[in-house]
């Protein structure tokens, strides 16, 4: 149906051009008077010129067949035989007219026939060069949506294994010395891997689900950490259904957690809380450790792959931004267009 449409504006758009430049050669060749009035001259011009259209387009395949160069001649030759055919019965009432008693029109309409021909299939050309283009570009982006999602497989390969046998070592140090937190911790990380299972199996994610793996994550942590984990989560209903591209919250709140937290002796606290900002949804990360004083804030694999995902997803229409806390700690800021309110 789309092609149908394309073809058809195509075809509207050439007879419109092509009508204008019959126009202009019947006011060009009016002062030299080689018919009898304007309005005759107009006459044979735009026989001449929608004949020749007409055949262009019939004729279309024939560009392809022939050599480029070979193609405006018998085109145009044909569509103009056929144009003062018509001109000749229109105004003269003699078909051949044209052919045998007045050739002016003639070698008029092979000049400009043949110029038409040319401005018009350059113009066709270069339209088909932009399609082409056009297509190649959708066909780049498509590739680079897909080599995304296998690099977003191959990251989740990376983390979840590591985060899964350290929990594990975890779990194992808690079965003697505190059996609940070996239990809450087991149970933490079943949600976990439950969660994370299902991520795989979407295409798009919500914050809400983003979140339920995030918050089995801290709960795990927190089991770790005790009281030196503190946990606050701010996100409004009407924004737990918004779109959210999967792996990147979860590792703000790694970086978080691992380079900002766990390394301060007396720990301290994360939040996490969404709003939205004209129109986009800005996501931050804040904590209370160590800040910039830690070697990787800022320059580990996850933030970088985070900025990576965001420019090949968004170009410059997301961002991601860490900001100092007066108090202490660091802030990140994920903003991504759209929202949903």
């Known amino acids: 149906m789309g092609n149908r449409r394309d073809f058809l504006k195509r075809v509207l758009v050439s ?11 019947a006011i060009l060749l009016a002062p030299l008077a080689l018919t009898e009035s304007f309005n005759t001259t107009l006459i044979i011009s735009f026989c001449i010129g929608l004949s020749i259209n007409t055949a262009g387009l019939l004729g279309d395949r024939l560009c392809r067949w022939e050599s480029w160069y070979l193609a405006p001649i018998l085109i145009t030759c044909s569509g103009l035989g056929f144009g003062l055919i018509i001109a000749g019965q229109l105004v003269m009432g003699d ?6 008693s007045d050739y002016s029109s003639l070698i008029a309409g092979i000049f400009f026939g043949v110029v038409g021909f040319l401005v018009f299939s350059t113009r066709e050309q270069l339209l088909n060069t932009r399609m082409q283009l056009a297509e190649a570009e959708a066909a780049r982006i498509a590739q680079e949506r897909r080599t995304l999602e296998t690099e977003l497989k191959l990251l989740q390969a990376q983390i979840e294994p590591h985060f899964l046998f350290n929990t594990l070592g975890n779990i194992a140090s808690l079965i003697r010395d505190n059996p609940d937190g070996a239990e809450s911790t087991l149970h933490n990380l079943s949600r976990l891997l439950r969660a994370s299972l299902k991520r795989t199996r979407n295409e798009t994610n919500t914050l809400a689900e983003e979140l339920e793996i995030i918050t089995a994550y801290l709960d795990i942590q927190k089991v770790r950490m005790g009281d030196r984990l503190d946990i606050a989560l701010i996100i409004p209903d009407n924004l737990k259904a918004q779109p959210l591209p999967p792996l990147l919250l979860q590792p703000l709140v790694e970086n978080a957690v691992i380079h900002g937290l766990d390394p301060k002796l007396e720990g301290g606290g994360i939040g996490i809380e969404a709003t939205v900002e ?6 931050r990360v804040a904590d209370t450790g160590l800040g910039f004083r830690t070697v990787s804030s800022g320059n ?3 933030l970088r792959n985070v900025r990576e995902r965001l420019a090949a997803l968004y170009g410059t229409a997301a961002s991601l931004e860490l900001l100092e806390n007066p108090s202490g700690g660091i802030t990140a800021e994920l903003r991504l267009p759209g929202s949903q309110q």
């Open 278 to 283: 004209g129109d986009q949804t800005v996501i």
């Open 95 to 100: 078909t051949w007219f044209f052919f045998s």
């Open 300 to 302: 580990g694999v996850g």
């Open 15 to 25: 007879y419109a051009l092509t009508s204008f430049f019959c126009l202009s050669i």
